[in-house]
């Protein structure tokens, strides 16, 4: 599976960003997909996932604020973030997984000005 995530960039505080990920190669049964994202001297966070059925799962410190959707018939995933604060700005990655394997994308840079 390759994933390819596009859609970062420069915003301000309260803006907004749309963040995709696009899977290709082997894509059948590709059961969760999400976005973890990272700053420089901490670990890796997850953000949000949604599983192949539709249930979702956020951190809470972006709950009611980001919004991730699926495409499954396009095996894409989209990450719609409202409401961005500073605190948001990392490299969010997108993931998937398939037969309990993880796989990852290049990270894209989110940056919130204040």
């Known amino acids: 599976v390759q994933l390819q995530a596009s859609g970062g960039g420069l915003v301000q505080a309260g803006g907004s960003l749309r963040l995709s990920c696009a899977a290709s190669g082997s894509t059948f049964r590709i059961n969760v997909m999400g976005w973890y994202r990272q700053v420089p001297g901490k670990e890796r966070e997850l953000v949000a996932s949604?599983?192949?059925?539709?249930?979702?799962n956020y951190a809470d410190s972006v709950k009611g604020r980001f919004t991730i959707s699926r495409d499954n018939a396009n095996n894409s995933a989209y990450l719609q973030m409202n409401s961005l604060k500073p605190e948001d700005t990392a490299v969010y990655y997108c993931?998937?997984?398939?037969?309990?394997?993880?796989?990852w994308g290049q990270g894209t840079q989110v940056t919130v000005s204040s």
């Open positions: 993931y998937a997984v398939r037969y309990r394997t993880k796989f």
């Open positions: 949604i599983i192949s059925g539709g249930i979702t």
